[in-house]
């Protein structure tokens, strides 16, 4: 299965690999490769990396790393040789995350966890009890049969038909979907995966799926399927979304900061004209109509054309009518 390293995912490694090394001068290089958790390729290619790095640009200010031979040996790197410690904020904020992972229903490797939870409180002494003290919450509106199905489904490469209710429509789609992973983000469970109603990378809730069926097909994604990169969160907006310009006033201002936007222009009146994507109107259609007058589609004019109408729909439905409804309202 192809995945796709993020930045920040190679960033950690290169941080860590760096004072390994530099304490192993001369580690063959299969080995340095296992004992990372890398191809021997992907471990050349960190390496050829470290030629651009240091605290510098002069040639003695940047990091040498020979592997000719077999061997691996890295220099110059003083600046970052002493090995990573967690202070005792990121130790307390690992061991809180590590609890609420051993709570997450389906998972198998408790025994590695609790193995970790005790080193980490046997080093922190009793900093460790702040952790102890905390609660964390993971999307308990997920049942842990659809959690433990969907990581199975990742696990053997097996397709998966979802039944995926769409909020904005109000509808349940079905389709087939070759998962790539499971992931949690901002206490939330997705399942990502090739979608084939789509033909295209999806991110599904799964507190959104109604029903989820593992299937006795092959469900390997295309070679050209790639991960989205999450560090920005769930939403990716794409080149044939429709942009769309709001004119919000001051009490509707919070729409800026709910939802993710383009850009921003603040009036000294408090009031505002931002731009976003989106890839199904029917959403920002029912914002605009309950913040009422506080949102005025500027564009598209076809978007403001159906909000008006919409709009008017609903006063015909009361028995009133607007004779000269402004655009957008």
């Known amino acids: 299965m192809s995945t796709q390293e993020t930045a920040t995912a190679r960033l950690a490694r290169l941080l860590t690999m760096v004072p390994w090394l530099v304490n ?11 004992d990372l958790g890398i191809s021997v390729e992907q471990l050349e290619t960190d390496l050829r990396l470290l030629y651009l790095c240091g605290y510098g640009q002069m ?12 061997r691996v040996f890295v220099s110059n790197a003083d600046t970052i040789a002493r090995p990573l410690r967690l202070g005792r904020d990121e130790a307390l904020t690992l061991m809180v995350g590590l609890r609420a992972l051993a709570a997450v229903p389906g998972l198998g490797e408790r025994d590695t966890i609790e193995r970790a939870m005790a080193k980490l409180e046997a080093a922190t002494g009793a900093s460790a009890e702040a952790a102890s003290r905390v609660e964390v919450s993971i999307d308990e509106g997920v049942e842990a049969e659809l959690l433990a199905d969907a990581r199975r489904a990742v696990e053997t490469h097996r397709r998966v038909h979802l039944r995926y209710l769409v909020p904005s429509r109000d509808e349940s789609t079905e389709r087939d979907v070759d998962p790539m992973r499971v992931v949690n983000l901002d206490a939330r469970w997705y399942l990502e995966g090739w979608c084939h109603r789509a033909q295209d990378t999806r991110l599904f809730r799964m507190d959104r799926i109604e029903s989820l069926e593992v299937l006795d097909t092959d469900g390997t994604p295309p070679a050209d399927a790639r991960l989205r990169d999450l560090d920005a969160g769930t939403f990716t907006p794409r080149e044939d979304d429709t942009r769309v310009t709001l004119r919000l006033s001051r009490g509707a201002a919070w729409v800026a900061d709910y939802y993710p936007v383009d850009s921003v222009q603040a009036d000294p009146d408090g009031s505002s004209t931002v731009t976003l994507r989106t890839a199904d109107t029917l959403w920002l259609r029912r914002l605009v109509w309950r913040l009422g007058g506080h949102a005025i589609v500027v564009s598209p004019p076809e978007l ?12 015909a439905a009361y028995g009133a009518t607007d004779p000269d409804p402004a655009p957008g309202r």
């Open 24 to 34: 192993r001068q001369g580690i063959d290089t299969e080995q340095a490769a296992a």
């Open 59 to 70: 040639p003695d200010e940047l990091i040498d790393a020979e592997w000719e031979g077999g």
């Open 304 to 315: 403001a054309r159906a909000v008006t109408d919409g709009a008017l729909e609903a006063l």
